[in-house]
């Protein structure tokens, strides 16, 4: 008989992964203080991460004057950062392998915090860019890294819950940045926005002394120079090409070229090479069902999540006249939605198959996204609140197992790997996502009488795209994948 390919659905699926045959899986085992020790030593450093990626957002217009440039040239300062760490995201798995996981994760926390020390010495708007392109290149890989060390201590039986405890910094942080920028900026200055993340980042290098384990490193993995020159300039350039789609001539060229780039590098990746190096991104990943469905729902979130995290803010500031800081607070019931839910969420997605889960919470946050299209100046806010609230309950209650779903069935020397592709989708996913919903938004207040017809309108289309996650949600398992066929 041949040998199943690790990477292929279980034997015997067809269609809709509604049942798995096998025998029942062993019951999930207890989160034991190990696991927890090491999830807390890495979210120290997700969190510095996480919020480093929005806290500058409130302070484009502050830098403008404070570095005398203009904002289009300011608004660089955040751009070029998220463009820095979409780019390093590939290379993050052959990282791991190369050199292991805890000297990796040291290094990428050694650069995030030399470029966030540089940035407070900056001089100009130019060397402020040129650092937190630094600063990118090793936050970028912290997300990856975290989820990496973390499924891989797990191990299949206890996903779920694993999982569970990422979602809330996941959802958190970003939310907390603009609020936490705002109070910064208003008190220290616009240097201190950049040493908010440094004592953060020297505690998660202390704790990864003795809290993160070395792993395996294989001193013959060769990086694939071909693939990572194909695939992270083009992510950058269709990244760059999206976002300023509607304000440069060239956004359809740049767009053009990085998707160019990214299709030499799947005819790259898909050829065979003997005795080759490992491809940055194994696409042999997408021949896994499970893997595949997680993946295109890991886009989808990618445009629930940062498109939301763009519009509702601008709604708050624009139809409610909110202050920034206060657009910053409305967020934060989203945040303990997902709080919230992850406190049983990960044991049941642990006992139980993913569809039914995944499908509810996209209802709820389809649900929860609708009222939006509603609302106007006076909306009470204690409602918008509760809309909020219950949109991170259901986005949260979505993402856990949908998030565990794309690792079942990996062996575990293939989740770095995993790992960087997620990432990668999601980022596409948040980048196209808010490019698009920005540009509809742009061109509706062009014409509307009135911004919050306009923001109505942006905001029926969000609530459909996170309806439309349910199709592919229906093909996911309604039972519990066995768990026992993961190997490695």
Not at 13 to 42: E, H, I, N
Not at 194 to 209: D, G, K, T
Not at 261 to 271: E, Q
Not at 293 to 319: D, E, K, S, T, Y
């Amino acid at each position: 008989m041949a040998k199943q390919d690790p990477t292929s659905p279980s034997a015997g699926s067809t269609g809709p992964a509604s049942s798995l045959p096998g025998p029942l899986p062993p019951a999930p085992q207890r989160l034991d203080r190990p696991l927890l020790k090491l999830a807390s030593v890495l979210l120290v450093g997700a969190m510095a991460a996480l919020l480093d990626t929005t806290i500058v957002n409130v302070a484009v217009d502050h830098l403008s004057r404070a570095l005398d440039a203009p904002v289009s040239t300011a608004q660089w300062v955040a751009s070029a950062y998220l463009l820095s760490t979409a780019s390093v995201i590939p290379m993050t798995g052959w990282a791991i392998d190369r050199f292991g996981r805890r000297t990796t994760w040291m290094t990428a926390l050694a650069l995030f915090g030399a470029g966030s020390l540089l940035c407070t010495t900056a001089w100009s708007i130019e060397s402020l860019i040129a650092f937190r392109v630094l600063t990118g290149l090793g936050s970028g890989m912290v997300l990856p890294l975290v989820m990496t060390i973390l499924v891989q201590a797990a191990g299949p039986q206890r996903l779920g819950r694993a999982i569970g405890l990422l979602s809330v910094p996941i959802q958190l942080a970003p939310a907390l940045g603009p609020v936490l920028g705002g109070i910064v900026l208003d008190t220290l200055g616009w240097r201190w926005i950049f040493v908010v993340s440094l004592p953060c980042i020297l505690l998660a290098m202390a704790l990864a002394v003795r809290g993160v384990p070395k792993g395996n490193p294989r001193a013959a993995e060769r990086l694939d120079l071909v693939g990572l020159l194909l695939l992270s300039p083009g992510i950058a350039t269709l990244l760059y090409g999206m976002s300023v789609l509607g304000d440069s001539r060239h956004a359809l060229v740049f767009a053009a070229v990085g998707l160019l780039l990214m299709a030499g590098f799947v005819a790259h990746a898909l050829r065979e090479r003997p005795g080759g190096p490992a491809p940055v991104i194994d696409l042999r990943l997408f021949r896994n069902l499970l893997f595949r469905l997680g993946a295109l729902l890991m886009f989808v979130f990618g445009i629930c999540i940062w498109a939301g995290m763009f519009l509702l803010p601008l709604f708050f500031q624009q139809v409610q006249g909110a202050s920034a800081l206060t657009a910053g607070l409305l967020m934060a019931p989203m945040a303990a939605g997902v709080a919230v839910v992850n406190l049983f969420i990960g044991p049941i997605a642990d006992h139980t198959g993913p569809r039914y889960l995944v499908l509810g919470g996209l209802l709820v946050g389809a649900a929860a996204t609708a009222p939006f299209g509603l609302a106007g100046p006076d909306t009470p806010a204690a409602l918008l609140a509760t809309a909020m609230f219950v949109r991170g309950l259901g986005l949260g209650a979505a993402m856990v197992p949908m998030l565990a779903t794309a690792y079942r069935g990996l062996p575990s020397d293939r989740v770095p790997r995993a790992s960087s592709a997620l990432n990668v989708t999601q980022r596409l996913g948040a980048a196209v996502g808010t490019a698009a919903l920005a540009l509809l938004l742009a061109s509706l207040l062009a014409d509307a009488a009135r911004p919050e017809t306009a923001f109505r309108a942006t905001f029926w289309w969000m609530t459909g795209l996170t309806a439309g996650a349910m199709v592919p949600a229906m093909f996911l398992p309604s039972t519990r994948p066995d768990l026992t066929e993961r190997s490695g």
